[in-house]
Nanobody, 116 residues
Framework: QVQLVESGGGLVQPGGSLRLSCAAS????????MGWYRQAAGKERELVAL???????NYADSVKGRFTISRDNAKNTVYLQMNSLKPEDTAVYYC??????????WGQGTHVTVSS
């Protein structure tokens, strides 16, 4: 069974930092792009950042300069370092991975709340 397990969400004050992790496990993993979406209450899911297997990255304009995505291919893990967090970053963050055999797979989501 292929799955993504996320960790690292929580409550943080404005201006603070959090680091999200997402580890893929299972058989016949061949991971291409990995990344993160988020969905705030009452809003549509939006792409936050993605990273290709060759480490090319793409960010939403709203997080450029504050968030950094990275991956460890040996561990099948993608990370999202979030700095200078704002209340508008509050959302459920979902990681995804594009696999050769299974298509796009999703994590269960992790809550990030930015509030004083």
């Amino acid at each position: 069974q292929v799955q993504l397990v996320e960790s690292g969400g929580g409550l943080v004050q404005p201006g603070g930092s959090l680091r999200l992790s997402c580890a893929a496990s299972g058989s016949y993993l061949s991971l291409n792009a990995m990344g993160w979406y988020r969905q705030a209450a009452g809003k549509e899911r939006e792409l936050v950042a993605l990273i290709t297997r060759s480490d090319s990255t793409n960010y939403a304009d709203s997080v450029k300069g504050r968030f950094t995505i990275s991956r460890d291919n040996a561990k099948n893990t993608v990370y999202l370092q979030m700095n200078s967090l704002k209340p508008e970053d509050t959302a459920v963050y979902y990681c995804f991975a594009d696999t050769r055999m299974y298509g796009r797979i999703w994590g269960q989501g992790t809550h990030v709340t930015v509030s004083s």
